[in-house]
Every structure is written in structure tokens, then in C-alpha cells.
């Protein structure tokens, strides 16, 4: 009997037994009951705001916090000089957590202050009195690279961030015996993950100095070395717990540092917690968008159609600092490289400072970027050779068992499958009048076996509770994509249970096994590999606890405990049983899954990844020939991320990944005016609506992965990968002309058909 | 070099080394920043609050909560009728969430609302009409003891709740061969372990039937069974978490059930947070304060002063329902006798149910309140025997080896050495002029092989941090004791580490191991001791996994690893390795302490403690012998708690302690008038203030336990033991006349010197 008799007035019950159901988030999201980190409230809990350049580039000449202190509520006021300012970085130590001297973009953080209310807060930011001296300041990445650039940073000779000059196989006698080269310039924008909750966070300081940071990240645990290395505290001191993440999609791996630094070192000087977050016109000037590129990009051909050399010179935009941006510059320049059967690859790619936003990450890691670019490549090669651009790409497309150029191991794949699912489902041998169609491929590593130093693998502990309930101990992230789900899914199958009665326990850095996060496409294939033997090893652990309660063998089968003398067995008896024995408690199977070493050398050649997701995205559009506007009609995915754990998990990604696919190609990007951002709103930088979304299709191509728990491979980054090049070649095949700059929109189509301004 | 470089507004460090610094709670009491019950809040968060019955004892005819359901702001009126309302109790299960159909005590909870704020629930309470049919009320023990008496519990004919007779030996031949017999009747009151923190809570649910329920408790982990079972939800579902506590003295063992049910309720009612506290009013009124007693004593002696046996008729005063009540009759119906070597024991002992406040627990369980009687009477003997009352003592207390005449195995025991002592440092033998000097002595269990059926040891985790810190996870509960900053010194000592580098991790039953928490003197000897093999474990983990990565035999020697090259390894060298090799998990050596079977037969007789805490307490007192008015000068307090492993702790105990009973003595108790509290106020209700503390000396006699963690035993409850007796039998001396009912006051005195009113 239910504890309350009375007719309810919410929803409350979770018990349908959908996997679905089992995510913690769940439920709290469609009540309107999830506690986002902006929901945070503590017991005399302060409110930080941030102080910023309102220069591209300056001298910090002199800072007076005179009148901000005298503010009534302030109680304190921080700047480079009262912290230890210690330089930090994810690949670069490029930042410190306040502006020293110098500050490099319009929003760099110059002062923090923390006050009883965010009215006080403001009012202290208004009284602090700086004194800039204007530098000249860049915008333009190429410009950024001329000898008589000024230097963004100290320690940069030529502003170059990253670089990279590869080689592999003998691309110039490549192009010197093609029969067909060909080449264009594409233009991709920074583009935010926007997704739909602003950062915001509480820090939590204490006399012992624990510290501990409530907010949503998809890699906690990674965030949580950084920030006890730049605020100089031992790692066991800091703890980071999340509440419901609002979407992260990239930029919440390592979310917004500066703010957890920030909000950490004003709690460390008040000892009251301190509350910060980003507006949203903040989350575009000084959140963390993907670097813009330039990319000029040849292709060799044979007139048969064999691929035989890339050649690219790209160039990617940093901004002031680079966080990960040198990571995904390298896999913006790379990745795309092992979608086809390529021999020959030169590659130049340069990440380059500049006065404006600094940059990050975004779901698909670069890679959907460097997709538009080749996959547009592809068409125009094909449209010369009279080749059926589906043909071509099943002509040289990656298969099981391939090592690829950059030696990535192919040890399942299903992208030709996938090409021609994607081609029968839009109807490539049946157009329909007026319409244009496109086709794109895509790869994405899934279980990154690079992206922490040597760091790979994941462990999970799953645990028999006293009520023969079962509950698995994860440190990677949901935040929307259904990794819970997917995990719920694994341990059920892996323990013969009903899902209903597995529960995840997450997100505390301090409880949560160690992982390296929601990124790279890890989560079901590393992270639910650990799922998958921490609950084998409960199991193990289960079937000896009873079988020595009971004296004789106990074998868990079904779901169920039997004895072979037929006696059925309680799981809450053994949990009871073991709780006693101990003294309290509990049993649990610890599973850790340490994938292959990655025989990764020098010049980036090796594999990479546990393994590789693949897909086929075939697109429908209309383009009206006297406004060049364009509707997209139809986008088919067609999917090899292995065994599909958890499908509702999976359909989610298919539409939310296409969504955000198509509102790179067609609706998104920065725009600035001299280096500040133009379009800092959600009605100035449009994301596709629910009114825009077309008609998604979607099919997978089920091959089990030898690696995945029960052969599952990624998805979540894969998906985004190919919709804007197979946008971009519907478009070409509508109208004959090509838009190389992102996004494609109407006035770009109308351009580039009346006024040949983007003709590729 | 710190992260702050400016001057702190605050004190925040806490580096000095000192075994208090590692409790978490020392440096957040000391600034004021530490979170209580009452200071949390949640997003969305509700108020609840109680009706409850105006009357001692009626029917409840009727309720109507449309009124309150018409009030703004207001989200859930509960009744009985709108839950399962199931029966629970700690020994009976005499209670429910909401009273059905009957009040049986002025506070009985009637009703329950929640609201957006604390004035719209109460504007909501004032709104519900309900009728009441009052009934004939009792609040007289004795008087409920009569045939004629109303029956308060249905299925409770004779109001007797609880009841024993016991007999030890042939103690009818020994009283009829006795030289001496001696006999009184004392009378002690409720006394509320007026902890500084009125209770409060906070339950958050969940749409999964997760509840959490933020709240201090000593013992969270049976609370947390004791809710689930009441609100039929699955054990695995509940959880709670500590806030700091402010105090709990055995009244936070369960807390406040009805408010954490009734918040619950609500919670899942609403599927919001709600919060509940008690004023300090509700404390005194509904709150659970100790059993009051009437004890008739009577006692055997040969002429020499041998004890031969001991007689008691015990009524002690329930109130309307039962929690732990039982189990303090029953200590304070025992613990005595096996002060001293008393061969026979008769002993009749009833609990009553009464129409007043619910009763529950205090430190020392009813062993004070018996102490007083018995050690009072011992003194009558002396002076009938004209022999030194420190003589009389010394000739027949316990001493180790001791089986006593209930079983109890005592296998340390100093008493003798305590006596001593006591009597040397107060001045016994040199007496100042004009003062009276008193002395008694107690025992306690350390660690109670019988609290929880028949769990009796605990478990404990300590963990290699990935920096080379060391935390320990206990599910043991300190508020203000000392239990951890004991934890520290016996990981600390057991790992040969500064305790600096060892942080306790606690107060989340999710988290933390089972513990049947704060009680019973078990956290040092019991807990502790769990914590000690915990830190051998660890030990033996990092020395193999060193071993393992140097390829030489590692070991751990002074707080240092040492491999047998000379090569020295960092802890965190070790962590690392651990973590990599097992893709994320840390080094975590897990203590479980299973102590000997309690061998405890069904007249109760048998071992009931690992083992046994003895003290001697003597005090110099001063009487106006016009007046009556007492000061006490000094109070000598000489334990035999084992090995001290957390001196500054265990000071602290004594002072806190000796001051309890000094209350108990001399100050506290409740007045009734009509079932109705009189002083239901910290104005009325008098606690002894900074003011009135007496001097307080005090000694350890340092034998080791050979059960107890490096010898250690408790010490928390028996130092308020031997308080009253050692003062009555002060003030005996000092007036040359015996007050009989606690408190000892002024007035008393005085109608005891001039009156006679309670001459024994």
C-alpha cells in the first residue's frame, strides 16, 4: 500500500519499466521539479559577478576596489593582485583566473566581487575604477599570422597556438599522377553549443579547506584537478557535485572554469559559499564556443573514381585562449581522413590567437566542420567524373578490418550498409520533381583512448543494497543523451534483472568512481563496459555469499537465486546475511575495464579510440530559385554505432544530434564587429526551433562491436557529424551552384546563385 | 603558496595539527559558518507544520481541513485518513504518523500541512475545525497502575507498557539474614537532554521514491530503516544526511520520528522539499524527554559492611507512547548492581503509559537516575554502620575479572583505583570546615552487544587519495563528543601518519557504512576499533601495491613507504598506480569488528557490552544552613574509560558531562499541571548556565582494554552518572539530612532541614 492514500496532485509514480525510467533526471525534468545549478540556494550563500574588459586588447594599468569595498553588502572584492593567479590551461597554460596587466578580449575577466545580492554585486562591479591603456588588437586569424602582428600573448611568437604539418604516404607524387584534382576554400563560424542552461555554479569552502563546486559538468572529475592544481589545494579537498545538467553538448566538459575558479577563490577569502552564473548574453561573449576555420583543401582522383591524395591548409581561430581548441583543431585536421579509403594525406593546420571570444569544444568535435568541407570536395570530384556521388563514396568508403592512413584500427564498420540504408530511404534512385538530394559520411572515434594523457579506461562499482534492491556507482554523466539509461539496460542484462530494480548513483566526484567524462563518445562503450563487469563481478559476488548462507552451490539465473537443491533465495536475505558478517557492509563488484593500449607515435599515427561509430545521412531540400530560400525536407540518418542498448536513448540523440546538425549548417555562427560579438542573444544567433526541424528519418545498422558491452558502440557525437555536408551537396544538386560558408542560408544561396559570390 | 593572498577577513585554517582540527565540525562551530537543520534550504522548498491535540486525552470525532486547503500558499493538509498511517514504534509499536481517531497527550499530532511559507501553514492550522470528545485523562503512573484506570492504548489492558520481575540469587534469605537493612523511596523527574538545536528536517522526494531526509541524528542508519518500514518504501530509497548537530545527548538516537515522517508525508504528497523544525516549546511539550522513576529501594549488609542484596519496586512514567522507553526501564531496572558485588538482586519494574509527553532517552539511560537512589542508600548504610562511606565502597565494588550478578564480564575495570583517587583529590580525609563531601560511583556499558537485535559491531573504510591523503569513511555520528577527532588519532596511530592527513568522511547513509550510530558508549571502543582495522588493511593494500609497482618489497614504516633498495615511495606515487591500473578506482582497505556473541539469556541475564566503563565521582558542596541554598564547590571526576586516544575530547566530555549532571542533580525536571508541561521554556526549564559550572577536576586511570582500539574504552554517558549521588550524599553530609526526589534544590533543603518533608 502506498504511503499516501489521497488522490495526488503530481505525477509521481516512475515504475512503467522503460529503461527510461530509470534515469534519475527523468522524471524531475518533465515534472519541472529538476534542480539546476542556477536553483542552488545555501545557508548564507553569497552572489559573485565578474568584472570584464570592455577593450579587445588593453594594459591594465591600475585597478581601484576603494568604492566597490564601500559598497553596503560587498564582502570581497578580488583582483590579479590579491590571488596567487596561478597560469592554467587544458593543453595551454595560457589563462590565469584574473586578467595580470593585460587583458586580451572584450569580456576578459578583470575583477570578481561577492556581495549579499547580486543588486550589491553590481553595484560594487560599477565602483571599481580601472584605468586601460587601448593595444592594437586582432581579429582576423590570417592577419594574426603576419610578421607585424602584435603578440596576444607573452610566450607566442606569431600568435600560433597549435600547429601541425603532416605527412602521410607520398601525397605530391599523388597529385602529380591524378587524373582529376580538385580544390575549393570553405569558411566554417564559431559556433556555440547553446545549450539551454547558462552555467552557474556554488562554491563551498570550508575552515578545513575542503571546497566543494555544485555544478553540472560532463567531465567533473577532470575539472576537479584542474582546479585544485590552480587554486593550490590537495585533490582529496575538492569535490564536485552536479545537480541537473541543462544540456552540455561539448561545452560542458569542461564547462566555464574561470566561474568555478572564481566563485572558489571569493568563497576561500569570505568563507560564506558563493553563487555565480553567465546570463546568456555572457555564455556568448565569454563562454567557451568551437574555434572557427578556414580550410583550402585539394583532392586527387583517379578517373575510375579511387581516392588517391587529400591535401589541406587550415586555418582555425583560438580566440584569446585556447582551452581544448588545439584538441579539437587536431581533430577538426584529421578525423575525416578515415572515412574513405585515402592513401595520401598532407595536411598544414595552424590554431591561431586573436582578440575575440575565447574557444572550446562542440559535440562532434570539430569534425562536423572538416565533414562540410571534404563531403562538399566529394560531389564537386564527382559531379566532373559524371560519377553518382553515392557511388563514389561506396567506391572508396572505410571498411571492417581497415587500418586507416593515420592508423586508426577498423575493427567494425558498417558505413557502406549505411551509405545505401541512406540513399533507398530518401529515395536517391526515385527523386522526387524539384528537389535536390545529398548524401555525407561520417566517422567519430567512440571511447577515445587519448583525450586524458594516458588515462583510457572507467570502473563502476555495482552494490547489493540491504534491500535486495542493486545500485551502480558511476562517474560519467547524463545530460540527456541516456547514458543512465543505456548503463540501467547493461547492468539489467548483464544481472538477468527487471531495470526497475537498478539504481544509478552519480555525479559526486567524492562517491563516483573516477572517470574522464561524457566526452569522445565514451560513455556506453567505456563507460558501459565497467558498467557491464562491475555487475559480473557482483553477481560472482552474490552466487558465494549464498552459496556459503546457505551451504550449498547458489547459481543466479534469471534473476533469480537457486540453490541446487531447487530452494529459492532472497537477494535481501544475502544482502543481510553479508551486512552481518561485516558488520555493515555492503556487498559490491568493483569492474574495471582497461581497453587495449593505443600505440599512439610521435606524428599522431596509431588507434585512437576503443572503437568507431559510422554513419550515412542523406538529405532532401527545396530551394526556391528567386529567394534562395531553402527548405530541408527530409534528413535520413542511417546509424552503425554498434548493438542499440538503450533505444529510446538512442532515438533522442538521432533527433536532438540532427537538430543541432542542421543548425550548423543553415542557422548558426558568430558574427562580430571588431571583435565583439554582434549577435549575443538567443534572437540574434538563431538555433533551429521545433518549427524548423524536417522530418527525421533513422535506421541502424545493428553489427555487434567486439569491443562494446553487448557489441554497442557511441553515438552522440556521430550524429551531428555528416547533416551539414549532405545539406551543402542537396543545395548544390537544387540549384548547380555550391555555398562554401557556413551556414547556408537563403541570402548566401541567392548570392552565390545570381552573383557567383560563393561559387565553389 | 596559499590561492589567497590578501588578508583574511577570517580565521581559515586549520593546520595546527591538533587531533580536534580534524573534526569538520570544530573550525564551521567556532566561525559560526556551521549549517544546521534549520538553516538548510532547497529550490521550491515547503514549510510544514503540525496541529496538535489541545487535549490530554479525547476522541476525535471529526476533521475538516476545507478551510485550510482555502488558505493561500497552502500545498498539502494531511490527516490520518489520507495516508496508510501504519503502526510503528522502536519496541512497541504504539505509534502512528497521525493520531486515528484518538489524542492521547496535549501535542499529539492531529494534523499536518505544508505551504510556501511558515505563516500560510499556520494560518492553515488555525483553519482545520475539528471536534474533540475529551476523555478521562490519567497522569499519575501509580494512579494508571489502578483497576479502575482508563486504558490508553487499546491493546494495553493495565497501562503497562513494559515490565519485569527479576531475581538474582536467594535474595529473600538474604535480606532475612541480613545485619542491616536499610530502604528508602526516591523520586527522580523527565528530564529533556536540552540539546541547543530544537530538532529540524528537510525531506526531499523524488518521482523515482527516493526520499532523502536531511537531518542531524546519532543514529541515522536505524532511523533510516525504522522510515522506510513506516512508509512502506524500499530500504534503498531513503536516505539521510547530516547536517551538523547541535547537541544530542541520547535524544537524537531517533530524533523526532513524527517529524521526519510527517515531512516526508508531505514531501511525497507534494514532491516538494519540506521542511519541518520544532520550536523550543514543541521541544519541552513533544519532544521525547527521559523516563521519570519512583524507586523504593531496600538493601541488605552484614555488620562489616558486605553488601548481601538488593530490593527495588520501579515505576517509571511513560507518557502516551513508548519509543526506547523499555530499554531505558531496563537499564535503569540493572546497570546499578553491578556497581558493587551484590550477590542477590529483586527487582520489580513497570513502565506506565500516562496521558503526558512521550518519553525517550538521555545520556546515561535512566543509569544516573538509579545511580542517585542506590548511592544515596549505600551512604544511609554507612552511617548506620559508622563506616567510612569510601570504605564501604572500596570493600565491595567490582574489579576486573568480575562476573557480576547479571553476567556482565568485566575484563578492565579500575573502579577501586578511581575510588581512591577521588576521594584523595577532593580532600576527603582533609576536610574543609563547614562543607559537605559526598561519593559515588557508576559504570556504563561500552559498546552494547544488545542495542540493535543482533548487529553488534561496525564497519569502517579508509581510502588512499589520489594525493596521498587518507580519508576515513565511518558511519558512526559526531556531535560534539569527540568521536572523530578519536577516529583521527586511531587511523593516525595505526597508519604511524600526521593526523593532519587524514580526513573523516560521514553523515550520508548512502555513503557511509552501516552504523547503529551514536549510543551506548560504542563509538570508541566499537566504532573506533573498526576504524582501527580499516587503517591495517589500507596499510597492507598500499604496501603490496607498492611492492607491486617497484617491483621490491615495500613497507610502511613511521609514516613513510619505504622499499627495501632505501628507495622512498610517495603515497600519492602508489594512488596513482592504483588508480590506473584499475581505470579509476582507489586503494580502500575496509575494517569490519565483529565483536564476541553477547551470550544473553532470556531473564536478561549475560554479557551485554564489549566491555565496561567505571568512574568515581566526589563532591564538596557548601549548604546555608538557614536558607537551604547549595553550592556546590567542586566536583571530582575519576574515570576509568581505558587508554585516552583523543585527550582534548575526552576533557571535553568530562566537563560537558559533569555539567548534565549537575542539571540532574540540582536543576532539571519536568512540572506538570493537567498533563500539561508548566515549564516548557529554557526560562522556565532550568539548565545550569556557564555561571554555575562548579570547579571541575578530573583524572583518567589509563588501563588498557584488551578489547577496546589501543586500549580505549567510552566515557560519554558514565560521566553523568555518579553527578546526584555525589552531590545528595555532599549535601547529606554537609545538613545531616537526605532530600529524596531530584532536583536538589534550595527549597527542598530547606524543608527537608526544617520540615522533614523528604527525610530518608
Not at 194 to 209: G, K, Q
Not at 453 to 470: I, N, P, Q, T
Not at 628 to 652: F, K, M, Q, W
Not at 688 to 716: C, M, Q, S, W
Request: proline content about 5%; aromatic content about 8%.
Amino acid at each position: 500500500m502506498p504511503a499516501i492514500k489521497k488522490a495526488e496532485p503530481v505525477i509521481r509514480k516512475g515504475r512503467s519499466g522503460s529503461a527510461v525510467n530509470q534515469d534519475p533526471d527523468v522524471w524531475a525534468k518533465i515534472t519541472g521539479k529538476a534542480v539546476y545549478g542556477t536553483d542552488l540556494y545555501f545557508p548564507g550563500m553569497l552572489y559573485g559577478k565578474i568584472l570584464r574588459s570592455p577593450h579587445p586588447h588593453a594594459r591594465i594599468k591600475r585597478i581601484d576596489t576603494a568604492g566597490a569595498y564601500a559598497v553596503p553588502g560587498v564582502r570581497s572584492v578580488l583582483t590579479a593582485g590579491d590571488i596567487s593567479n596561478k597560469s592554467y590551461g587544458i593543453v595551454v597554460e595560457d589563462e590565469q583566473p584574473l586578467a595580470h596587466n593585460r587583458a586580451r578580449y572584450i569580456g576578459d575577466e578583470v575583477a570578481a566581487v561577492a556581495a549579499v545580492d547580486e543588486e550589491s554585486a553590481s553595484k560594487a562591479l560599477e565602483a571599481i575604477k580601472i584605468e586601460y591603456e587601448p593595444l592594437p588588437a586582432i581579429f582576423d586569424p590570417t592577419e594574426a599570422l603576419l610578421d607585424e602582428a602584435v603578440q596576444i600573448h607573452n610566450n607566442c611568437p606569431g600568435n600560433i597556438a597549435w600547429e601541425r604539418d603532416m605527412e602521410r604516404g607520398e601525397p605530391e607524387r599523388a597529385f602529380a599522377g591524378a587524373d582529376l584534382v580538385v580544390e575549393n576554400e570553405f569558411s566554417i563560424p564559431s559556433v556555440h553549443p547553446t545549450y539551454l542552461e547558462p552555467i552557474a555554479c556554488v562554491a563551498v569552502s570550508d575552515y578545513m579547506e575542503n571546497l566543494t563546486i555544485y555544478t553540472a559538468l560532463q567531465s567533473p572529475d577532470v575539472v576537479r584537478e584542474i582546479i585544485a592544481e590552480a587554486l593550490e589545494l590537495p585533490l582529496s579537498k575538492v569535490r564536485i557535485i552536479g545537480p541537473v545538467m541543462g544540456g552540455g553538448f561539448g561545452g560542458r566538459v569542461y564547462g566555464n572554469l574561470k566561474l568555478y575558479l572564481l566563485s572558489s577563490l571569493l568563497s576561500m577569502h569570505t568563507g560564506s559559499s558563493v553563487k555565480m552564473r553567465l546570463t546568456r548574453e555572457e555564455e556568448f561573449t565569454v563562454g567557451r564556443p568551437m574555434i572557427a576555420a578556414r580550410m583550402k583543401v585539394r583532392m586527387a582522383l583517379r578517373r575510375d573514381g579511387t581516392f588517391l591524395a587529400r591535401e589541406s591548409d587550415i586555418i582555425t581561430d583560438n580566440g584569446a585562449y585556447s582551452a581544448q581548441a588545439p584538441w579539437v583543431s587536431k581533430t577538426l585536421s584529421e578525423r575525416n581522413d578515415s572515412v574513405y579509403r585515402i592513401p595520401n594525406i598532407k595536411t598544414r593546420a595552424r590554431l591561431v590567437y586573436t582578440n575575440k571570444v575565447p574557444t572550446a569544444q562542440y559535440r562532434g568535435y570539430g569534425n562536423q566542420a572538416a565533414n562540410f568541407a571534404y563531403e562538399s570536395l566529394i560531389d564537386q570530384a564527382a559531379q566532373k567524373l559524371s560519377l553518382d556521388p553515392l557511388h563514389l563514396r561506396l567506391k572508396n568508403c572505410t571498411r571492417a578490418g581497415d587500418v586507416t592512413v593515420h592508423g586508426l584500427d577498423i575493427k567494425s564498420c558498417a558505413l557502406s550498409e549505411c551509405l545505401q540504408k541512406a540513399a533507398e530511404k530518401v529515395g536517391w534512385n526515385n527523386r522526387k520533381e524539384g528537389c535536390g538530394y545529398g548524401i555525407s559520411a561520417g566517422i567519430h572515434a567512440s571511447g577515445s583512448l587519448v583525450a586524458n594523457k594516458d588515462f583510457r579506461g572507467a570502473s563502476a562499482r555495482a552494490v547489493l543494497e540491504l534491500d535486495g534492491r542493486m545500485t551502480v556507482y558511476t562517474g560519467e554523466q547524463e545530460y540527456g543523451q541516456g547514458a543512465y539509461g543505456a548503463f540501467v539496460q547493461i547492468a539489467a542484462r548483464t544481472l538477468g534483472l527487471e531495470p526497475q530494480l537498478l539504481t544509478i548513483y552519480c555525479r559526486d566526484t567524492l562517491v563516483t568512481p573516477y572517470s574522464q567524462g561524457a566526452l569522445a563518445n565514451r560513455q556506453t562503450t567505456i563507460g558501459g563496459r565497467a558498467v557491464q563487469l562491475a555487475a559480473e563481478e557482483l553477481k560472482k559476488l552474490i552466487e558465494e555469499a549464498a552459496s556459503e548462507m546457505t551451504g550449498e552451490p547458489v547459481k543466479m539465473i534469471g534473476g533469480s537465486l537457486a540453490a541446487v537443491s531447487g530452494k529459492l533465495i532472497r537477494f535481501d536475505e544475502v544482502a543481510r546475511y553479508h551486512h552481518h558478517r561485516t558488520s555493515g557492509l555492503t556487498l559490491a563488484g568493483e569492474g574495471c575495464y582497461v581497453p587495449p593500449p593505443s600505440k599512439y607515435d610521435e606524428t599522431s599515427y596509431g588507434n585512437i579510440s576503443v572503437t568507431y561509430s559510422f554513419a550515412a545521412h542523406a538529405a532532401e531540400v527545396k530551394v526556391d530559385r528567386e529567394t534562395g530560400a531553402l527548405t530541408v525536407h527530409r534528413i535520413v540518418a542511417v546509424h552503425d554505432s554498434g548493438h542499440i542498448v538503450n533505444p529510446p536513448g538512442a532515438r533522442g540523440q538521432i533527433y536532438g544530434g540532427v537538430t543541432q546538425g542542421l543548425g550548423f549548417g543553415c542557422y548558426e555562427g558568430y558574427v562580430f564587429d571588431r571583435g565583439k560579438v554582434a549577435n549575443s542573444s538567443l534572437a540574434d544567433y538563431r538555433i533551429p526551433t521545433a518549427l524548423d526541424v524536417p522530418r527525421i528519418d533513422y535506421h541502424f545498422i545493428e553489427i555487434n562491436d567486439p569491443e562494446g558491452p553487448f557489441g554497442a558502440k557511441g553515438l552522440g557525437e556521430v550524429v551531428q557529424v555528416p547533416v551539414p555536408g549532405a545539406i551543402a551537396n542537396a543545395v548544390a544538386d537544387a540549384t548547380g551552384v555550391r555555398v562554401t560558408n557556413l551556414p547556408i542560408t537563403a541570402e548566401k544561396i541567392y548570392r552565390t546563385m545570381f552573383k557567383g559570390e560563393c561559387d565553389g
